[in-house]
C-alpha cells in the first residue's frame, strides 16, 4: 500500500488533529499521503441530510481514488460517510468519529471485506460502542469523549486522546499486516 488518503470531517479540514496525526503516522510509515480538500462548502447536518451527504462525499473522493491503487482510507466524520467506497473497493480504513447512527453508513461497513478501525468516543451521540463492536473487531474508544474526541478536564487530557488515537491506529496496522510503501513497522 503506497498511498493514504486523509477524508476530512465537515470543519477543519484534513489538518485538524485526528485527520492530521493519523495521516502523519501513514506517512511515517511510508505512505505519500493525499489530504484532500472540499472543493465546495459540505453539506451542512450530514446526520439530516444522510444519502445526500453520503453521494456528496463520494462525489468528491472519487475522482482522487481513481488514480490510487489501493490507498488506505483515514476518515472524520462526513468524511466517514466515503465508507461505501472502501467497501466497494476493498479498501482498509481508518474511520475517526464515524456516523455511526446513519443507516448508510453502517450497511456500507457491513459489507467491508477489508479490515478497518473505528475510532469513537463515549459522549459522543453520533457513538454506538455495540454496533461498533459488531461491525470489526477493531475498535477504539475513548471514555467521556466527544465528537472532536475532548474529554472532560484539563486541555493536556484531550491532547493525551491524540496520542492514543495514533497508538490505536498503530496497532491495528501491524495486527491486520497492513504495510504502507513495504515498510516494516515503525514505532509512532
Known amino acids: 500500500m503506497a498511498d493514504a488518503v486523509v477524508i476530512p470531517g465537515r470543519s477543519g479540514g484534513p489538518w485538524s488533529p485526528l485527520p492530521c496525526y493519523t495521516g502523519d503516522l501513514a506517512e511515517l ?13 459540505p453539506p451542512g447536518r450530514p446526520e439530516i441530510l444522510e444519502p445526500p451527504a453520503q453521494r456528496w462525499v463520494c462525489d468528491q473522493v472519487t475522482p482522487l481514488l481513481d488514480t490510487l491503487e489501493r490507498p488506505l482510507l483515514i476518515g472524520k466524520s462526513l468524511g466517514t460517510y466515503a465508507c461505501g467506497l472502501a467497501a466497494e473497493r476493498d479498501l482498509p480504513a481508518v474511520w475517526l468519529t464515524p456516523l455511526l447512527h446513519a443507516g448508510h453508513e453502517v450497511a456500507a461497513l457491513r459489507r467491508a471485506t477489508a479490515p478497518f478501525l473505528l475510532v469513537g468516543g463515549t459522549a459522543d451521540p453520533h457513538w454506538d460502542p455495540q454496533v461498533a463492536r459488531r461491525l470489526t473487531p477493531h475498535v477504539f ?10 474529554v472532560p478536564g484539563p486541555l493536556t487530557a484531550s491532547i493525551g486522546v491524540l496520542t492514543q488515537v495514533v497508538q490505536a491506529m498503530a496497532e491495528f496496522l501491524d495486527e491486520t499486516g497492513l504495510s504502507l510503501a513495504g515498510t516494516s ?4
Open 29 to 41: 510509515r511510508g505512505a505519500r499521503v493525499h489530504r484532500h480538500q472540499w472543493t465546495e462548502t
Open 141 to 150: 474508544e475513548v471514555a467521556g469523549a466527544d465528537h472532536g474526541m475532548y
Open 185 to 188: 513497522p515503525a514505532p509512532p
